[in-house]
């Protein structure tokens, strides 16, 4: 049984239909400090309460939180709906077809993303309390910095599933929870420029930022377009080194999320993870892109590294309901 209000199953443009102080009202009124948070999720029912809660229980307030589920086959859509009435800022997103993360965040990112800054997580992962607070508070002194991500606790079962990315730190098992944990830090400001990405690539640690713990300006993030959304994996890493064209990224030295590592995880597959030709192939790609880009980013030519960099912000072209925490009319959208 679907949870969280009346349904109109006829798809209509995008304009919403609901009492007065609707979302995207209360967003336009609160522009200062609101941050849009995108979740995707597909078929991860054992872990999207714990991943929700994690972002509803922040220190800092001032948010709206959407949560995509992408045509999942298992129990995610029943449990977000039944968490519907616990918040206002929940807000579920229900697509007919599966599209991929990146196509869904994007999704986000056009239709519902009117705050100063915009923050995504994984669907298997955990913010700590502080998480939001604090990057706020770090882009608020920085403000040649674009983005910020935050040291990370890397959790996971056995060898079989420990991270593909290297860290100085070592593994320590907790007798607690039954999972070993690794921190890892990343470094605290990623000056404006090319990155070395081959390189990093092949020695397997695009160190940047933990791409799940991102905070980032709105406002720079639309400038590039979004994600890549046609892809199926690799495109947040991808985003970030557009953004470095053109910004500071920076990291907080605090553990402030946790990275579930996990065999179902895209990036341990041998298809699309961190050792898969695609995933090899997709980089080297970009790399190609940006060492054409070179003569223009030495000559100061941005406007022309722009127009050759920036994405169109796609989201796959389905029907999808949204679901209000504030008991709002639910309505179906066509995405265009």
């Known amino acids: 049984m679907r949870r969280g209000g009346r349904i109109d199953s006829d798809p209509i443009e995008c304009t919403c239909f609901r009492k007065p102080n609707c979302i995207l009202e209360t967003l336009a009124e609160s522009f200062d400090g609101h941050i849009t948070i995108a979740l ?47 918040d206002r800022r929940l807000h579920v ?38 998480r939001l607070e604090a990057q706020v508070a770090f882009l608020r002194s920085h403000p040649e910095v674009a983005a910020c991500g935050t040291g990370i606790d890397e959790f996971y079962k056995s060898d079989q ?18 999972f070993f944990h690794r921190k890892n830090l990343y470094e605290p400001i990623i000056p404006q420029g090319l990155i070395d990405l081959p390189d990093n690539y092949v020695r397997g640690c695009l160190k940047i930022c933990m791409n799940g713990s991102l905070l980032c300006r709105s406002e720079a993030v639309k400038k590039l377009g979004g994600f890549d959304g046609r892809t199926p994996i690799g495109a947040d890493a991808e985003l970030l080194v557009r953004l ?20 179902s995880s895209l990036t ?3 298809q699309y993870g961190y050792q898969s030709s695609f995933r090899a192939n997709y980089f080297n790609q970009l790399f190609g892109k940006l060492i054409s880009l070179r003569p223009f ?39 265009v």
């Open 93 to 130: 997103i229900e697509l007919k077809e599966n599209g991929g993360t990146y196509s869904a965040k994007n999704l986000v990112l056009k239709r519902f993303c009117r705050g100063e800054f915009y923050a995504h997580q994984d669907a298997d992962d955990i913010s700590w309390p502080r």
């Open 268 to 270: 341990q597959s041998t």
């Open 161 to 178: 599933n420990k991270p593909g990315m290297r860290s100085s730190f070592n593994p320590e098992f907790n007798e607690a929870d039954g």
């Open 40 to 86: 995707a999720a597909y078929n991860r029912e054992d872990t999207i309460e714990e991943a929700v809660r994690s972002l509803l229980e922040q220190t800092y307030g001032n948010f709206d939180l959407f949560v995509v589920d992408d045509a999942s086959k298992d129990r995610t859509l029943d449990i977000l709906l039944d968490m519907l009435s616990e």
């Open 297 to 335: 980013l030495e000559t100061g030519e941005m406007d022309k590294v722009l127009s050759a960099v920036c994405e169109d912000m796609y989201s796959k072209n389905t029907v999808y309901k949204i679901y209000h925490g504030d008991g709002g009319l639910t309505k179906s959208f066509a995405t």
């Open 244 to 263: 470095l064209l053109f910004y500071d990224l920076g990291n907080l030295q605090e553990i402030l999320y946790s990275r579930r590592i996990h065999q």
